[in-house]
T-cell receptor
Framework: DAGVIQSPRHEVTEMGQEVTLRCKPISGHDYLFWYRQTMMRGLELLIY????????DSGMPEDRFSAKMPNASFSTLKIQPSEPRDSAVYFC?????????????FGPGTRLLVL | AQTVTQSQPEMSVQEAETVTLSCTYDTSENNYYLFWYKQPPSRQMILVIRQEAYKQQNATENRFSVNFQKAAKSFSLKISDSQLGDTAMYFCASNAGNNRKLIWGLGTSLAVNP
C-alpha cells in the first residue's frame, strides 16, 4: 500500500490567500484525521471523518478553516483567508477500526508558511 | 477526561546504551490502546510500538519494548542498543471508547550521542 498521501509537501503563501491541503487515505480505512503541529501548541486534532462524514470538528480553530471529504479516497483542508499564525505542519492520518489496534497511520505532512 | 503525560521534555543517551522514556495516562475506560510514535527531523510521524490494555504481555518490536503497568497507568518505552537514527521526538498516545480520537502527550525529545 502507498500509505497516506498528502499534497503539497510544502506551501508558501501570502497572508489573505486561500490555501488548500489535500489528503488521500489508505485504501479501506474508514477514519480520516486532520492534525496541526506547531512548536507552541504541539499536535492538535482539527477534525476527523468516519465514512466521509465529519464526526468531530471541535478542534477547528475558527471559521477560516473548513474540511471536506467528498469520497472515501480524498479529503481537503482549506484555509481562507490564511494568516501568519496558520503557519504549521498539517498532517493527515487514517485508520481502520477493528484492525491493528485502530492504529492511525500518518502522511508525510504539509509544511505551510504564511508570510 | 483522558490525559497523557510525558514528564521528560528532553533526554539524551550514548550510542549503544539503553534509555527509558516515561508516559502516564488517565482514563476511565476498561479497554483502550496505547501507542508510541517517533518523529525524526524529517517530521514524519512513525509508529514505533502499540499495546492493547487488556493484554498482559508487554509489547516488543526489535530494540523497542514497553513496560505497561495497567494499575499504575504507566506505559514507558525502552530503547535498547540506541542508534544515532533513534534521535527524534517521541510521542505517547492513547485512545479509548468509541470516538477513535487519540490523546497525545507533549513529547520527549531524545538525542542519541555518538
Amino acid at each position: 500500500d502507498a500509505g497516506v498521501i498528502q499534497s503539497p509537501r510544502h506551501e508558501v503563501t501570502e497572508m489573505g490567500q486561500e490555501v488548500t491541503l489535500r489528503c488521500k487515505p489508505i485504501s479501506g480505512h474508514d477514519y480520516l484525521f486532520w492534525y496541526r503541529q506547531t512548536m507552541m501548541r504541539g499536535l492538535e486534532l482539527l477534525i476527523y471523518f468516519n465514512n466521509n462524514v465529519p464526526i468531530d470538528d471541535s478542534g477547528m480553530p475558527e471559521d477560516r478553516f473548513s474540511a471536506k471529504m467528498p469520497n472515501a479516497s480524498f479529503s481537503t483542508l482549506k484555509i481562507q483567508p490564511s494568516e501568519p499564525r496558520d503557519s504549521a505542519v498539517y498532517f493527515c492520518a487514517s485508520s481502520q477500526p477493528g484492525t491493528a489496534y485502530e492504529t492511525q497511520y500518518f502522511g508525510p505532512g504539509t509544511r505551510l508558511l504564511v508570510l | 477526561a483522558q490525559t497523557v503525560t510525558q514528564s521528560q521534555p528532553e533526554m539524551s543517551v550514548q550510542e549503544a546504551e539503553t534509555v527509558t522514556l516515561s508516559c502516564t495516562y488517565d482514563t476511565s475506560e476498561n479497554n483502550y490502546y496505547l501507542f508510541w510514535y517517533k518523529q525524526p527531523p524529517s517530521r514524519q510521524m512513525i509508529l514505533v510500538i502499540r499495546q492493547e490494555a487488556y493484554k498482559q504481555q508487554n509489547a516488543t518490536e526489535n530494540r523497542f519494548s514497553v513496560n505497561f503497568q495497567k494499575a499504575a497507568k504507566s506505559f514507558s518505552l525502552k530503547i535498547s542498543d540506541s542508534q544515532l537514527g533513534d534521535t527524534a521526538m517521541y510521542f505517547c498516545a492513547s485512545n479509548a471508547g468509541n470516538n477513535r480520537k487519540l490523546i497525545w502527550g507533549l513529547g520527549t525529545s531524545l538525542a542519541v550521542n555518538p
